[in-house]
């Protein structure tokens, strides 16, 4: 099974990082109201949607709480960023309810494949783990009125644990796989720091962005593997084989990408 869930935004090779790079921007010297802002510029969008475009193309995704100034401007003008997005064989996705919005990669009626600023970078077994008890704690606090759900770091660590097969033996190396996964998660913005640095916020993108279908999809599979045991000690199938990272599970479907 090899789907895209975690996809990346690149700048012709290089892969954009997820931070802000607007801090230096003196906004008060800029007309918001101009679609004129340097000179050459032939641009059509306003400052503010400009900044807005930039922030989705950077970021896996961007939300009333994350970017609040950017998911303004989404809003008011969705058709024109989305005819942006279009342009460059991206197409927005955005979640109203839960005020989230991403992008994926556009898909042709035809079949072709388009050029693609987007790369698979598959979720690793751990990761995908983390994902699927980070999306069921988001939903049973929700369904409980919890207007924030947080989950701790060790709670996170002991689900992946309970998915070690009774063959692994490397408890230390599992451990840390588990707890690598939970910061590429906190990196990824699904999970959000607090003032502890054990205690984290589940983001509300989790579950429009990853299927429940698919993750319940991959956690049988993983499950299955895990019941297998394993025809010599390196079996590729083992959930927690020592070469698991360079084994990644892929969590994901590329028309649900971010």
Same mark, same amino acid.
């Given at each position: 099974m090899s789907v895209e869930t975690h996809p990346e935004t690149t700048e012709t090779t290089d892969v954009v990082e997820m931070v802000e790079i607007d801090a230096g921007v003196d906004e008060e010297l800029l007309d918001e109201t101009s679609v004129s802002l340097f000179e050459g510029d032939e641009g059509g969008l306003e400052y503010a949607q400009r900044r807005a475009l930039v922030t989705l193309l950077k970021q896996r995704f961007i939300s009333a709480r994350t970017h609040p100034r950017d998911w303004v401007v989404l809003v008011?003008?969705?058709?024109?960023?989305?005819?942006?997005?279009?342009?460059?064989?991206?197409?927005?996705?955005? &979640?109203?309810?839960?005020?989230? %919005?991403?992008?994926?990669?556009?898909?042709?009626?035809?079949?072709?494949?388009?050029?693609?600023?987007?790369?698979?970078?598959?979720?690793?077994?751990?990761?995908?783990l983390v994902l699927v008890h980070l999306r069921d704690r988001l939903r049973?606090?929700?369904?409980?009125?919890?207007?924030?759900?947080?989950?701790?770091?060790?709670?996170v660590v002991d689900y992946v644990a309970s998915f070690r097969p009774p063959h692994a033996t490397d408890v230390s190396g599992d451990d840390k796989r588990a707890r690598n996964a939970i910061t590429s998660i906190v990196k990824a913005g699904l999970l959000i720091g607090t003032g502890s640095e054990d205690r984290f916020?589940?983001?509300?993108?989790?579950?429009?962005?990853?299927?429940?279908? =698919?993750?319940?999809?991959? =956690?049988?599979?993983?499950?299955?593997?895990? %019941?297998?045991?394993?025809?010599?000690?390196? &079996?590729?199938?083992?959930?927690? &084989?020592?070469?698991?990272?360079? &084994?990644?599970?892929?969590?994901?479907d590329p028309a649900e990408e971010q």
């Open positions: 008011e003008h969705e058709r024109l960023i989305r005819s942006r997005l279009n342009d460059l064989f991206l197409d927005l996705q955005l &979640d109203r309810s839960r005020e989230v %919005a991403w992008k994926r990669q556009a898909t042709s009626e035809t079949g072709v494949r388009f050029p693609t600023m987007l790369y698979d970078a598959a979720w690793s077994r751990e990761e995908t049973a606090g929700v369904a409980s009125g919890d207007a924030r759900v947080f989950v701790d770091r060790e709670d916020e589940i983001s509300e993108a989790v579950e429009p962005l990853i299927p429940l279908e =698919l993750l319940q999809e991959l =956690l049988e599979a993983l499950v299955t593997a895990n %019941a297998e045991a394993p025809a010599e000690p390196d &079996d590729p199938a083992d959930l927690f &084989d020592d070469d698991a990272d360079a &084994d990644p599970v892929a969590a994901g």
